[in-house]
């Protein structure tokens, strides 16, 4: 498929909207629970993540564009306003922790403005093409409030990132980094 690949897309295939609207339905239906009702949300995470682990927990109010390509691993925890847009895989390791309003965003979009501009395809439907980069979070990480993550980005394993970043770049095992742009500050030990 040309939206897993990284390739340039049209996200208003009926396909892919059939997916999309599934999966925001599931977010929803997620979001308007209560933490005491664990068995209906856990059914909804398993439908809509079924590739993660079943222990992942999401505290609330939970936005993914597919959750089909979200891989979690175990002993996952995130806080509230948790968005994953996963036009391309979002791989997260285990004893991962995100903080309040971690957006990781794997969505990519044209310069060549020929490339970019609104479209209507022969159905009707209005479009931008667009295409994705894939995100990997390394195990025993912790991504503080805010931080977002964009497309093509590899944190590595054991890394604290500070409150408020923005991770445009790899970031390598062990470290603290913060910022806008997200840079490393020091090595953890």
Known sequence: M???AGELYNPAD???YTLRTKAHKLCMMYNALYDT???ERSKILRELLPYSSHDAYFQGQIFFDYGINIHIGKNFYANFGTTILDICPVTIGDNVMLGTYVSLVTPM???RWQERNIKT???GNIFALEYGKPITIGSNCWLASNVTVIGGVTIGEGCVIG???IVTRDIPAGVLAAGNPCRVIKAIK
């Open 2 to 4: 040309k939206m897993t």
């Open 14 to 16: 009926d396909e892919l």
């Open 37 to 39: 009702d664990e068995e």
């Open 109 to 111: 979009h044209p310069f």
């Open 121 to 123: 395809d022969e159905n």
């Open 163 to 165: 409150a408020g970043s």
